[in-house]
């Protein structure tokens, strides 16, 4: 038989120069047979003696979250004695008195009231701005000059941290984040590396020339682009709604308008075509008749603010089933953040105070007007300030006693932070938002009836997302 030479490759392998092919093959079989048999012995033998239940490991664990009521958001009625099955992270079911399986954890929050985790679809959780420093301007550049995208990326982990622990479990975060700062964050929130809310992102929002800065030297105008995307014409509105995409973004965040700065109506069409084109959402900042008909008329899916609109306008969002989504406040938070001294003259605190009830009362009679004309309501925080003596979270939830003042019920009120979002941020493929079998376990309870009183919901005491406690003040012993 022919012999062939086999060159020994690892030196541990010690076999002749020269063997039979044959052979040699019959060896090589007859080691492999021996570790596969040593390596299955090995792990029969540690399921069989470590004491691990591998069954019980791979199945999804069960809990039982039940209360004196729960609020069904579609239906706007309480379901009394209210229990939600989960598994994993999502609901398996929900009703009155349902039997607990065995060997389920049970929660009892004793006399609370359940609603869905809430959501607010304008934040930007990489921004804190300082009212001492000043405006939007100078905290604008000292953020991008100072703390940078790294940095702003570890305090939105901790504005995300506050926004979740106040009952804000889903978050749309529309830019100022630096470059894909707030892709970073919900990727690290998804790993599981920070604990946070769900985030739908924009990265860098899409603009006319300069941003949303005020004027700046030519010298240093190089720093819009750490905030900013900015388009000139079609092609550039397309080509940035793409690259967009390949970074990362959820949905796309517009600056119609700042000041004289307008982006045209077909800019603004070619951004919704190719957004919708691959099926993703349009958000545009826009204020005042001219900024805010640009956006209706090419279709975009949420108008931010809207502080001035016409009626026309407002009708052909409500056609085109278009979300306003008011980022308002009350008189007295929002003076609140002025930092008025012992040496500031009475008639500035005067002129200051009735400057800032006008402007509140002027965006209530229009959230009014919408709600008339059947447009729908999207909660909105558009918080980056730091608010003394509250988190960011709770410095949101006065956007709800705005809205109460403003008309809107109660019952609204929270449809606009749950379903009202939940269809804006993912439309039918929204698995948050509501409590039903198949969605996230994302829930909060409350002591009171946020029903009778919107203000219930500042003091959340019970927060879950997936599944997982994030925060507990009620009721904390559990049950078998």
């Given amino acids: 038989m022919k012999k062939i030479q086999i060159i020994a490759i690892k030196r541990k392998q010690r076999c002749p120069a020269y063997l039979d092919e044959r052979s040699f093959s019959k060896?090589?079989?007859?080691?492999?047979?021996?570790?596969?048999f040593l390596i299955l012995f090995t792990v029969l033998f540690l399921i069989c003696f470590s004491g691990i239940d591998y069954a019980s490991a791979q199945t999804p664990?069960?809990?039982?979250?039940?209360?004196a009521r729960m609020l069904d958001i579609k239906s706007g009625n309480f379901i009394n004695n209210a229990v939600i099955l989960i598994e994993g992270d999502r609901i398996t079911s929900v009703g009155e008195k349902l039997e607990i399986p065995k060997n389920t954890e049970i929660i009892d929050l004793g006399s609370a009231t359940i609603l869905p985790g809430l959501i607010d679809a304008h934040t930007h959780l990489l921004?804190?701005?300082?009212s001492k420093i000043g405006g939007d301007d100078p905290n604008m550049i000292l953020t991008v000059t100072q703390l940078g995208t790294t940095k702003r990326a570890l305090l939105g982990a901790a504005m995300g941290r506050e926004m979740l622990e106040a009952g804000f479990t889903t978050v749309r975060d529309l830019g100022n984040s630096g470059v894909n700062g707030d892709?970073?964050?919900?990727?690290?929130?998804?790993s599981g590396w920070v604990v946070g809310p769900r985030m739908v992102v924009s990265t860098r929002a899409l603009s006319a020339t300069g941003?949303?800065?005020?004027?700046?030297?030519?010298?240093?105008?190089?720093?819009?682009?750490?905030?900013?995307v900015v388009i000139n014409n079609a092609d550039e509105a397309r080509r940035a709604v793409r690259q967009a995409f390949y970074d990362g973004a959820d949905c796309i965040k517009v600056i119609v308008n700042t000041g004289a700065r307008v982006l045209s109506l077909e800019e603004m069409k070619v951004i919704v075509e190719e957004a919708h084109r691959v099926n993703k959402k349009v958000a545009a900042h826009a204020i005042g008749d001219a900024a805010t008909r640009i956006a209706a008329e090419a279709g975009v899916d949420?108008?931010?603010?809207?502080?001035t609109i016409p009626d026309d306008v407002l009708r052909m969002m409500a056609e085109k089933n278009i979300y306003l989504v008011p980022t308002d406040y009350t008189a007295e938070f929002s003076l609140a953040l002025y930092s008025f001294s012992a040496d500031t003259p009475a008639e500035e605190i005067k002129r200051r105070t009735e400057a800032v009830n006008r402007i509140t009362k002027a965006g209530q009679e229009r959230i009014a007007r919408a709600v008339k004309f059947g447009v729908r309501i999207a909660a909105g925080s558009d918080e980056y300030y730091q608010v003394k003596?509250?988190?960011?979270?709770?410095?949101?939830?006065?956007?709800?006693?705005?809205?109460?003042?403003?008309g809107m019920t109660p019952l609204e009120i929270i449809r606009s932070a749950t379903i009202n979002n939940a269809d804006l941020l993912a439309g039918e493929r929204a698995l948050?938002?509501?409590i039903e079998k198949g969605k996230f376990a994302d829930l909060i309870a409350v002591p009171g009836n946020p029903i009778k009183d919107i203000t219930e919901l500042e003091n959340v005491n019970f927060v879950m997302k997936g599944g997982t406690i994030i925060k507990r003040e009620v009721n904390r012993e559990k049950a078998k």
């Fill in 127 to 130: 921004q804190n701005y300082d």
């Fill in 61 to 67: 664990k069960r809990t039982a979250v039940r209360a």
């Fill in 302 to 307: 949420s108008i931010e603010h809207a502080y």
């Fill in 183 to 190: 892709v970073a964050l919900r990727d690290a929130i998804r």
């Fill in 389 to 406: 003596g509250k988190t960011r979270g709770q410095a949101s939830m006065n956007i709800f006693r705005a809205y109460l003042a403003s």
């Fill in 211 to 228: 941003g949303q800065f005020s004027e700046m030297t030519a010298e240093t105008q190089k720093l819009i682009e750490h905030e900013y």
């Fill in 432 to 434: 948050f938002g509501s």
């Fill in 27 to 36: 060896i090589i079989m007859n080691k492999l047979k021996v570790r596969t």
